[in-house]
């Protein structure tokens, strides 16, 4: 590996500087992406693996990153278990059908995974091909509670309140479900490492809408479970998006990496998961708004805050489609440029 930053610091291995990738650094932000999208539908744009490959490739070669992450969705998950899910322009998903009562159940199964995801390993195996070991690259799925969010809601929420009450009034069936999902992504996360995927991130979007102990019995305690399964094959990174408290327990899992969002002050984030395992964040995506000074000043204060332990700079959570490519590229120079010496030097 040409470039292997993120290995290393996923590892605990010492690094010149922190490595740098940005969550849905392959997307609508990026022209080259917009190109292929008003040719394209998106889940076409997941099925061909020769599209699939050129978008995963596009932040390496424009932006600069220190690893690519696989260009798909968390939803091909639900897809594949039997739920229709489309995507609507400026609507976000929607899912038809969603998951109501215990008769709906039959409508889902634990797919075979090859069947139904192959094309997911060709695009893996695709990308491994192109980028010929210049970096890393990320494989990905959602966490069982993130995507039975999406299942029972049918649709974004900034609450999730249905998918929550689901949970409280029908435990059986929730767990059910979440069970179901669980089997489906340890068979989908060891197809991406098959085909070449060199670390796994699990997204649990939607984590921190659970209170601490609804967290580890209607989330964690599923991802625990497909971490375990993994057992170290490639380095495992869990974000939960707002999960903060659960930090200690997400450490003792046995992933390799932890994201945070902005919500949290590094410092704490590192006494509350410790010092064996690598922390992944945190800038606001909202910041890259900012005037590029700015933006080269606040990532330099970020870099300080996390200081000289296991670290990948990223952003708090995905990108967002109106940030100029100039911003995004600031927000990555500014960390390639970085050294950590420079932390003893100031
Ligand atoms: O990070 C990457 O660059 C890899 C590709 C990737 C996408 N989605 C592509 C995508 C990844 C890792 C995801 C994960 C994902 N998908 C999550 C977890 C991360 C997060 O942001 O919280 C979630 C919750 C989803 C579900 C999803 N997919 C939503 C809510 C939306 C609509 C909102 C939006 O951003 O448009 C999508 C669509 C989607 N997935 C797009 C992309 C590039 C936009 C599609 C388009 O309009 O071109």
């Given amino acids: 590996m040409k470039n292997d930053l ?44 020769e599209l699939a490959c050129e978008i995963t490739l596009q932040p390496v070669d424009i932006i600069g990153v220190d690893a690519a992450i696989l260009f798909s969705d968390i939803l091909v998950v639900p897809q594949a278990m039997g739920m229709e899910v489309q995507l ?4 976000g998903p929607i899912l038809p059908d969603p998951i109501k009562t215990q008769k709906d159940l039959q409508r889902i199964t634990i797919p075979d995974i090859h069947d139904k995801l192959q094309y997911v390993f060709d695009a893996v195996a695709l990308i491994k091909k192109e980028l010929n070991d210049r970096v890393p690259l990320i494989g990905f799925a959602g966490a069982p509670w993130t995507l039975l969010c999406y299942m029972v809601q049918g649709k974004g929420s900034k609450t999730f309140d249905e998918a929550r009450a689901f949970c409280y ?45 609804d967290f580890e019995n209607i989330s964690l305690q599923y991802i625990r479970r497909i971490v375990k399964a993994i057992n170290g094959e490639v380095p495992v990174i869990i974000f939960a998006k707002g999960a903060w408290y659960s930090l200690k327990e997400m450490a003792a899992t046995g992933a390799a990496g932890l994201g945070i969002d902005w919500c949290i002050q590094p410092a704490l984030a590192r006494e509350f998961a410790g010092d064996n395992i690598t922390l992944q964040g945190n800038f606001d995506p909202a910041k890259l708004l900012s005037p590029i000074p700015v933006i080269k000043k606040e990532v330099t204060q970020m870099l300080h805050a996390f200081g000289n332990k296991r670290y990948i700079a990223n952003l708090g959570h995905g990108i967002l489609p109106n940030i100029p490519v100039d911003h995004a590229k600031a927000f990555v120079d500014t960390v390639r440029e970085w050294e950590y010496s420079s932390i003893n030097a100031n």
């Fill in 6 to 49: 993120l290995l290393r610091a996923l590892s605990g291995e010492p690094t010149e500087r922190p490595p740098v990738w940005m969550m849905r650094q392959a997307g609508r932000y990026l022209p080259e992406y917009r190109v292929l999208r008003e040719k394209y539908g998106f889940f076409e744009r997941c099925r061909i693996p």
């Fill in 169 to 213: 009034t029908q435990p059986e069936l929730a767990h059910q479900i979440l069970y179901m999902i669980t089997e489906t992504t340890i068979a989908y996360l060891k197809g991406q490492i098959k085909a070449g995927a060199d670390v796994v991130q699990i997204f649990d979007s939607w984590g921190g809408l659970l209170g601490p102990e």
């Fill in 88 to 91: 609507i322009e400026s609507k």
